[in-house]
C-alpha cells in the first residue's frame, strides 16, 4: 500500500483527499514507477473539474492527481519495450494513473530514461513544460533574429519557451503579473506588465512592426488582444484555447513520445532549457502546491518531491 493524493469525485479543491491503495498493476504498454517527484500542472485541476475526463484511462474514482513525474521503474507490463527495471524514468501517466502518488504507472511510449547528470526534480518538470516549448518553436520555425511574443510568460511552459526562443536567437516578449517579472527579466524577456495598462501598445512600443510570431498560454480576451499583432496570423499558436483557430492562428501540435521527451532531456542537461522551479513540496502538502498552481500566483514550476 502507498499514499496518494487525489479525488472521490469531479468538482473544486473540496473534493480532494487522500487515500491509501495498492501499487497499480501496469498494463500492456505501461511501466509501474516509484514516483521520486511529480510536477504540478494547471491541467491537474483541470482534469479534477472535470474539464477533461477523457484522461482519466477509464479509471474509477477515487482518482490520483497530477500527469508528470520522475521515478524508477518497478515492474513492467506486456509489450514495453527500451526500458528495464531499476531504469530512472521520466514521463507521462497519460492512463489515468496519477503522479500524487509514492507508486504510478506511466505510458511507456510517453515515457524515457533521464540521462546521467540530470536530477530527477528537473527531470519531472520537463514532460509538460519541456515538450511544449520544443513543440510550439519547431511549429513556427522562425529564423534567428525574428522576434517572438510569448503572452502568459511567467509559468513553468512561459519561462520554457522563452528559454529556448532565446537559445534560437529569437528576440522575447513576454506578458504576465508583474509578480512574475523577476525570472522573465532574469532570463531577457522584454516583460509587459498585463495590469499596467495597453497590452497592445506596450508590445507595439517594441515592436512597431508587429511581432513574427505568438505563443499563447493564456486564451480568452488576451488571446483576442494580441493576435492581431501577429505580421502573419498563422503564426499565433495558442497552447489551450483552441478558438485561436477562428482568429486564423493554429493550435499547438503535441508530441509526446520517447523522442520528443529525450529532446527536452538533452535541452535541459545542456542547460538550454533551465526550469525555474519556485517551490518544492512534499506530498503530505500537496494540497498547497496545487492550489498555488490553480490560483495562477505562482512563478515557474512548482514540484511535489515524494521520495
Known amino acids: 500500500m502507498g499514499q496518494a493524493w487525489g479525488f472521490s469525485r469531479y468538482g473544486g479543491p473540496e473534493v480532494q483527499e487522500f487515500f491509501d491503495r495498492p501499487d497499480p498493476v501496469p498494463g500492456r504498454g505501461e511501466v509501474l514507477i516509484r514516483v521520486d517527484v511529480a510536477g504540478v500542472n494547471p491541467l491537474d485541476h483541470a482534469l479534477r473539474s472535470g474539464l477533461v475526463p477523457g484522461l482519466d484511462g477509464g479509471r474509477g474514482f477515487p482518482l490520483v492527481l497530477g500527469m508528470e513525474a520522475a521515478g524508477t521503474v518497478l515492474a513492467l507490463g506486456e509489450e514495453v519495450d527500451g526500458l528495464e527495471a531499476g531504469d530512472a524514468v521520466f514521463g507521462l501517466a497519460l492512463t489515468g494513473g496519477g503522479t500524487y502518488a509514492e507508486t504510478t504507472v506511466l505510458s511507456a511510449p510517453n515515457t524515457a530514461r533521464i540521462p546521467t547528470g540530470l536530477s530527477a526534480t528537473v527531470a519531472a518538470t520537463l514532460p509538460v513544460a519541456g515538450t511544449t516549448a520544443v513543440d510550439v518553436l519547431d511549429q513556427l520555425g522562425l529564423p534567428a533574429g525574428a522576434t517572438i511574443l510569448v503572452n502568459g510568460v511567467g509559468g513553468g511552459v512561459g519561462l520554457a ?74 503564426n499565433v499558436i495558442a497552447v489551450g484555447d483552441a478558438s485561436v483557430i477562428d482568429l486564423g492562428g493554429r493550435f499547438v501540435e503535441r508530441r509526446l513520445d520517447r523522442e520528443n521527451l529525450e529532446r527536452s532531456a538533452r535541452l535541459a542537461l545542456d542547460g538550454i532549457l533551465a526550469p525555474v522551479i519556485t517551490a518544492v513540496h512534499p506530498l503530505s502538502d500537496a494540497p498547497a502546491a496545487l492550489a498555488a498552481v490553480e490560483n495562477g500566483h505562482v512563478s515557474g514550476k512548482v514540484v511535489i518531491k515524494v521520495t
Open 161 to 234: 519557451v522563452a528559454q529556448l526562443a532565446l537559445a534560437l536567437e529569437l528576440s522575447v516578449i513576454g506578458t504576465g503579473s508583474a509578480a512574475k517579472r523577476e525570472h522573465a527579466d532574469a532570463i531577457g524577456v522584454r516583460f509587459i506588465d498585463y495590469a499596467a495598462g495597453d497590452v497592445a501598445a506596450a508590445t507595439r512600443d517594441l515592436a512597431p512592426d508587429g511581432v513574427d510570431g505568438i505563443v499563447d498560454l493564456v486564451g480568452g480576451a488576451a488571446l483576442r488582444t494580441v493576435a492581431p499583432l501577429a505580421r502573419d496570423p498563422r
